[in-house]
């Protein structure tokens, strides 16, 4: 995962921060339960997003070394799930509709850029007075459930192959492929659409914080012998 950012201190313990992240998310049901095993499906995205939020530090940064701190926000991101099939060829799933999504009544077609909303806590360590070294656990709380192309029941076999083809069906359900039987019927629970999709990562940031020269050319001071504290923009990587 790779991040780029801007934050704002309005206060000594309250900023202002803003990310674009590119990263990737990936799932298989090989390393899940036995039901899971029994389906067989998998899937790889990338993803981007943009985030939108405040954070707040639980110490002054202006008398501690180490600064734990919670954020929370507002965000966007982009996904588009994908998975290889039996011939080793990457396969975009949703153009599938898997569950019939878009092309059978009653099941909507998901959108592959969609909102969520990133919270988290940190810990920041104090390299010297413009630089910052941390470690950030965040979650993602998404309002959709088809990040890795399932959500629902499992759709008609005939009906998916007249309306989108052999390839639709074959990665509708894989379990054939490990000898769990042949293709459930229409109908029968493929996922659990109550239960919206979410996703974890761990960083490791790094904080250079940068300062206007508005003091300069008010008090007619040099920038080096001014406090840096609340006010000053940092950007993160």
Request: proline residues 5%.
């Amino acid at each position: 995962m790779g991040s780029i950012g801007v934050r704002y201190d309005l206060t000594e313990k309250i900023s202002a921060r803003s990310y674009l992240t590119l990263t990737s998310l990936t799932g298989d049901d090989k390393k899940g339960t036995e039901s899971m095993k029994t389906r067989n499906l998998n899937f790889k995205s990338g993803l981007f997003e943009w985030e939108l939020g405040g954070q707040y530090s639980f110490l002054n940064p202006n008398d501690s070394w180490w600064i734990p701190y919670a954020f929370a926000g507002v965000g966007v991101f982009h996904f588009n799930p994908k998975t290889k099939d039996e011939n080793g060829q990457t396969v975009k799933l949703q153009p599938l509709a898997t569950e019939g999504e878009g092309v059978i009544d009653g099941v909507k077609k998901y959108g592959l850029t969609q909102l969520c909303i990133p919270m988290g806590i940190g810990i920041e360590r104090s390299l010297n007075e413009d630089m910052r070294l941390g470690l950030e656990l965040g979650y993602r709380y998404t309002f959709g459930d088809h990040l890795d192309d399932v959500s629902g029941n499992y759709a008609d076999p005939a009906l998916l192959l007249d309306l989108k083809g052999q390839q639709s069906v074959d990665l509708a359900y894989r379990g054939d492929e490990v000898g769990s039987g042949p293709y459930p019927p229409a109908g029968t629970i493929r996922g659990n659409p109550k239960n919206k999709d979410g996703y974890y990562y761990i960083a490791v940031t790094y904080t250079v914080r940068y300062f206007f020269d508005k003091y300069k050319q008010i008090a007619g001071l040099p920038a080096y012998k001014r406090d840096k504290k609340a006010g000053c923009p940092a950007t993160r990587y």
